[in-house]
């Protein structure tokens, strides 16, 4: 059964820390590279961090230094801590493998707002 479902998000202020949880099924998880992507209306999915199975890590420019994403393969979760947050941030973020599956979760929303 694939599965992804993504939680964690809300609305937080400008400056602030969420940490975004996906856990998904062992079929997308296992072995493979997860990431975490962004979507905001009219746009397209952006990916803004992934850890490869050995951890390596990478982070696109705007998040970088800002976002940590880890993982805990028994579990087959991947996180994205999220700090000194902007209002730019603001989107709903979905986590999937890299490169991604043709499946998506429900995402979670995420608002930076004052």
């Known amino acids: 059964q694939v599965q992804l479902v993504e939680s964690g998000g809300g609305l937080v202020q400008p400056g602030g820390s969420l940490r975004l949880s996906c856990a998904a099924s062992?079929?997308?998880?296992?072995?493979?590279?997860m990431g975490w992507y962004r979507q905001v209306p009219g746009k397209l999915r952006e990916l803004v961090a992934y850890i490869t199975n050995t951890e390596v890590t990478n982070y696109a420019r705007s998040v970088k230094g800002r976002f940590s994403i880890s993982r805990e393969n028994a579990k087959n979760t991947v996180y994205l801590q999220m700090n000194s947050l902007k209002p730019e941030d603001t989107a709903v973020y979905y986590c999937?493998?890299?490169?991604?599956?043709?499946?998506w979760g429900q995402g979670t929303q995420v608002t930076v707002s004052s």
């Open positions: 062992a079929s997308i998880f296992a072995g493979n590279s």
């Open positions: 999937n493998k890299v490169p991604n599956t043709d499946y």
